[in-house]
Structure formats: structure tokens, C-alpha cells
């Protein structure tokens, strides 16, 4: 039941691993089969040594499983809330990676200083707000997910294609598992970027019209970048 969309899940989750964006069993990545309305998600507290395609977990979008032996990843209800709200969404992840976390941690927007985040994030990469008690001590995971849509608010999810969960960690998206694993990777990199730009001097900020000529000649309908 869903091959095809089972190994990029895997490949995915892998990904992250080779990226050093996770340790142990931290994170987990899917993708979404839309015509069928399933989605493949990492099994809970596996480790990626060890997994394979049989490990994955097909739940529906209420969080059914509907296929798999395991558990799946205790986040689901995070992607799941994601991928009914932005159909644009093909593949999530969720990591604890060092720097975008602790951007997370500090309750800030990634700020845009250059043009190596402007080539893939239009803008600040945004930090949600917190959770109140009610919600932490309720259905955290689903909660989570609806702080994201809440920040998401006026935003365009595919030209800005991550968030920070505050006092969390990050989330990332693209068309497919392995755009998403490709993002997370992009998001680690630019949120140390901005760290050490920032030490080395904290008034650093970005050139807007630079930016926004970086994005959009990789993004939107003049794109001009690539073959």
C-alpha cells in the first residue's frame, strides 16, 4: 500500500539524518497522497539506523491508521492539521536541528539578512506564538499545528515554506517529502547564518530590493533561474 509515496517518505527522513539535522529518534518527515487522502508518516520513537519502508505508518486525515504495526510519530496531528489546511503541501518535517531551534527557543522571526535565505524564504522566517496551558495540557500536538496556520495568517506557505513552533523547534514543507527534507537543511543553514552575522555585528540587517530580486527570480511566474 502506497510504495512509491512510502520510499520517499523514508528517503526523506533519512535525509535528515545525512544532514545531521537530527540525532537518536528526534523529528520525523511525510508526504500526502491527495487523491487518496492518506498520508505516510515515521513511526513513533523509531530509530533511522534501523527503519525501513514496513516501519512507515499510513494514517487518514482524522489520524486513523489505516496502515502499518507501529505507532506513528506523536507530531502527526501537527502534519495533519498542516496538510488539511494548505493543500500546496506535499511533504512536512519536523526537526530539533541546533540553530533553527534555538531561534525557536528565543521566540523571534529568522530575520532575512541576505540573499542566501532570500533564495528561499520570501522574508523573516516566522516564529509562532506560545501555547497557552489549556492548550498544552489539551491536544498539544493538534494545537501546534493550529499555531502554525494562526502565524500563517496573510502568508503565503509556499513562498515561505518553514516556521518556528516558540520554545519548540522547526517545520519545513515543499511539494514532496524530499522539498521539505531540502528546506530543513536550507533553514539550519541560514538560521546559523544569521547567528554569526548577528555576533559579529547586531545592528546587521537585509537589503529589501536585494531580496526581493533573489526570491523572485527563482519563485513565482518570472522566474528566471535554472535551465
Known sequence: MMEELKKQVLEANLELVRQGLVIYTWGNASGIDRERGLVVIKPSGVKYDTMTEDDLVVVDLDGHVVGGHLKPSS????????????PQLGGIVH??????TAWAQTGLDLPCLGTTHADYFHGPVPCTESLTP???KGEYERETGEAIIRRFNGLNPVYTPGVLVKNHGP???GASPSEAAY???VL????????????INPDACGDAALEEKHFF???GPGATYGQ
Open 188 to 199: 539550519e543553514e541560514v538560521a546559523k547564518m544569521a547567528y554569526i552575522t548577528l555576533q
Open 75 to 86: 507530531d502527526t496531528p501537527s502534519h495533519l492539521a498542516l496538510y488539511r489546511a494548505f
Open 95 to 100: 526537526t530539533h536541528s541546533t540553530y533553527a
Open 171 to 173: 517545520f519545513t514543507w
Open 217 to 219: 527570480r527563482k519563485h
Open 134 to 136: 489549556e492548550q498544552v
Open 183 to 185: 528546506h530543513a537543511t
